[in-house]
């Protein structure tokens, strides 16, 4: 199998705080993960490319100072929402590499009042 | 070039019906075409992917068909149930990224 978590499923946050969401490959190893953003009946959006060891890459327009990601060990790889905005309500899913392949988490919903 | 334009946005079929999803893409260096299966509120899935080398392949009740000359590329779910309900993707991967279509909002009637 190549299953891929998520943690938390969902957040609400005051404006103003800094989220954290965990993305965990669960019996793979996986050296890139990606990121991205889903808006309500809209396509994904990829944010960045996390490579285990080595500073992410962002996609264009996205601010790497406010969405900050570390990809600490091959199963792991961490997204922390900056000085969130109601604006950065979204669904946020993880993905993970497995060859060719990639397998998705089951996103975390991101609220900010 | 990057683009993937998928279609229908929506598409209806009574169970047991075929429905089929259409992608089309212009750059010649994608080399792996997943879909993916999304249900509300839940990450996508992968159902099925083919290289482009091959013109066709069957998992189950998903067949992908693959035009290289075209640059297209489509999904048929054969014998489609209720449970198959669901928002579908195709995709195409250049250096390791996924560029999506736009989704297909599929509704299968009972």
Redesign the interface.
């Known amino acids: 199998g190549a299953v ?1 978590s ?1 943690h938390p499923s969902w957040v609400i946050c005051k404006s103003g705080t800094s989220v954290k969401i965990e993305c965990r490959s669960l019996d793979f190893q996986a050296t ?1 993960m ?1 990121w991205y953003r889903q808006f309500p009946k ?3 959006m ?1 944010m960045a ?1 996390s490579n285990e060891g080595s500073k992410a890459t962002y996609e264009q327009g996205v601010e790497k100072d406010k969405f900050l990601i570390n990809h600490a060990s091959l199963t792991l790889s961490t997204l922390t929402v900056t000085s969130a905005h109601p604006e950065d309500s979204s ?1 946020y ?1 993880c ?1 993970a ?1 497995k060859g ?8 975390t ?1 991101l609220t900010v009042l | 070039q990057q683009q993937v334009k998928q279609s229908p946005q929506s598409l209806i079929v009574q169970k047991g019906g075929i429905p089929i999803i259409n992608c089309a893409y212009e750059n010649t260096a994608f080399d792996y075409f997943p879909w993916y299966q999304q249900f509300p509120g839940k990450g996508p899935a992968l159902l099925i992917a083919i290289r482009p080398d091959v013109s066709e392949k069957k998992e189950g009740r998903f067949t992908i068909s693959f035009n290289k000359s075209a640059k297209q590329f489509s999904l048929h779910i054969m014998d489609s149930q209720p449970g198959d309900s669901a928002t579908y993707f195709c995709a195409a991967r250049h250096t390791g990224k996924l560029i999506f279509g736009q989704g297909t909002t599929l509704q299968v009637k009972p």
């Open positions: 891929v998520q890139t990606f809209q396509s994904l990829l490319t669904f899913i993905s590499s060719p392949e990639q397998f998705f988490g089951p996103g919903r």
